[in-house]
């Protein structure tokens, strides 16, 4: 069973940078569409950005369009969040999901990580 575990949160100020890797050691993600979200206490969570199992397809949520970066390195068996600018309001525990669908949109969710918080002070 495919087991995300996600790393590089932490505490950074507005306008600076993080990137979260979500890797995973007993299976490969490279068969896998990879999707970030995020969701702060209260709220619901939110799709962040999404890349299929080679790279080819990349979705971002309009809240951080130009601002973070999706990629992954199937060799390495890891997808990495590039987050740049950022800003207050991006503060929320991040998660890494894996589906075996061929697509963002379709299909459910089928693995998710435990989460790696990113906090963006003023």
């Known amino acids: 069973q495919l087991r995300p575990v996600e790393s590089g949160g932490g505490l950074v100020q507005s306008g600076g940078s993080l990137r979260l890797s979500c890797a995973a050691s007993a299976s490969t993600l490279a068969y896998y569409t990879i999707g970030w979200f995020r969701q702060v206490p209260g709220k619901e969570r939110e799709g962040v950005s999404c890349?299929?199992?080679?790279?080819?397809?990349?979705n971002y949520a309009d809240s951080v369009k130009g601002r973070f970066t999706i990629s992954r390195d199937n060799a390495k068996n890891t997808v990495y969040l590039q987050m740049n600018g950022l800003k207050p309001e991006d503060t929320a525990v991040y998660y890494c999901?894996?589906?075996?669908?061929?697509?963002?949109?379709?299909?459910?969710?089928?693995?998710w990580g435990q989460g790696t918080q990113v906090t963006v002070s003023s």
């Open positions: 999901a894996a589906k075996t669908t061929n697509s963002c949109f379709r299909g459910s969710w089928d693995y």
């Open positions: 890349i299929s199992p080679n790279g080819g397809s990349t």
